[in-house]
């Protein structure tokens, strides 16, 4: 993935220096580089299991391209790497188990012990923090005004494709073992393998391009980022549902949704 993410990069490099070499003023491709800090939460499907449990900060590089094919349109593309998440509060009776600092895969209602040694800590999860970050490649379309002044105005919708690169996640737990029912931090948890491997979403962007030199801009948008897959696999991987007595793999279904701030650099 990385030897893409700079193939794409040097690509979309060479086609900023070719445009360089043209006659018009609005150069046909055009390259930059955006900044995107955002706001995210989950959206859980089921409100009897889980409770949205408030927003984190996420924050993207993204090295973008775009396309003119007529004055006032655009087709973008690019590559980046971004990180986002969300809480979840568990409102149903949800444990997990820990070995040595690693979260147990589940086989048959149990934790898979095959591999372990050592003690085995027991959890009952109250909240979780979801930390994710992700290889993004967005598409887009940008309609924009003719130019006002230095500027011009647009609406941006966008697909974003998500590969996933790693999640941590931040518990508050009830520890089984130690004989106390007080809520407790179990922090930095890789939980990889029970996020889903891909993120899909649509964001719809409103902003501006103000003109420095030529056709050299400053770009800044606001939008709405809304999830489109289900950000966590659909049966948990580590998290066992205990309630009356049903020992089974946690079901879980979360939308992420956002608010995202852009600014960047057209040349």
Known sequence: MKKVFTGLMLLMFSISIFAREGDT???????????????????????????KGGTTFGFGVLINAEYSFSGNFAIGFGAGIGSCGGKVDFLDTVQYYVNDGDVLPLKDGKPDLSNVAGKVDTFLLKSR????????????????????????????????????????????????????TN???????????????????VTISGGGEYYLSG???????????????????????????????????????????????SVGILF
């Open 129 to 180: 923090t979801y930390k994710a970050s992700y290889y993004n490649i967005p598409i887009s379309l940008k309609m924009r005004t003719n130019e006002i002044g230095y500027l011009r105005y647009f609406i941006e919708p966008r697909l974003n494709i998500g590969i996933r690169k790693k999640v941590r996640a931040d518990d508050d737990v009830v520890n089984w073992g130690s004989g106390s």
């Open 215 to 261: 056709s050299t801009a400053f770009v800044f948008a606001i939008g709405y980022d809304y999830g489109l897959s289900n950000a966590v696999q659909s049966t948990s991987d580590n998290l066992l549902r205990t309630k009356d007595k049903a020992r089974k793999p946690l079901e879980q279904k979360f939308n992420q949704n956002g608010l995202t701030l």
């Open 25 to 51: 003023d609005m150069k046909n491709f055009r390259f930059g580089v955006t900044a995107l800090p955002s706001l995210f939460w989950y959206t859980p499907d089921d409100l009897k299991k889980f409770q």
């Open 183 to 201: 809520v407790v931090k179990n922090p930095d948890l890789n939980i990889s393998k029970d996020m889903s491997a891909l993120r899909m979403s």
